[in-house]
Nanobody, 116 residues
Framework: QAQFVESGGGLVQSGDSLTLSCTIS????????MAWYRQGPGNARESVAT????????TYEDFVKGRFTISRDNAKHTVTLQMNNLAPEDTAVYFC?????????WGPGTQVTVSS
């Protein structure tokens, strides 16, 4: 069963940058499309960005397009989310998982808090 461990969150100010990292322990990592998701206070979990198995194709939700960059390292089983120009509305717990159908085994997530 896959396990996800997210890291890199923190408390930052508007306009700052953060880099999130997710390590996945599974032998099937290289065949999965991976995604970053987030869940803000009182909100449902939502997709943020996806990256194809080879890393060649990426997609972004409109609310992060141009600010966030998703990438992966298949040799290290990691997925990274570079977040620039952060805004208070980006405050959320960020998770990684497969896409489009997330596995049941969600990791603990990493908290990102952006102050204005």
């Amino acid at each position: 069963q896959a396990q996800f461990v997210e890291s890199g969150g923190g408390l930052v100010q508007s306009g700052d940058s953060l880099t999130l990292s997710c390590t996945i322990s599974t032998g099937f990592f290289n065949i999965w499309t991976m995604a970053w998701y987030r869940q803000g206070p009182g909100n449902a979990r939502e997709s943020v960005a996806t990256v194809s198995p080879t890393g060649a194709y990426t997609t972004y939700e409109d609310f992060v397009k141009g600010r966030f960059t998703i990438s992966r390292d298949n040799a290290k089983h990691t997925v990274t989310l570079q977040m620039n120009n952060l805004a208070p509305e980006d405050t959320a717990v960020y998770f990684c998982n497969t896409s489009p159908s997330p596995l049941r085994s969600w990791g603990p997530g990493t908290q990102v808090t952006v102050s204005s």
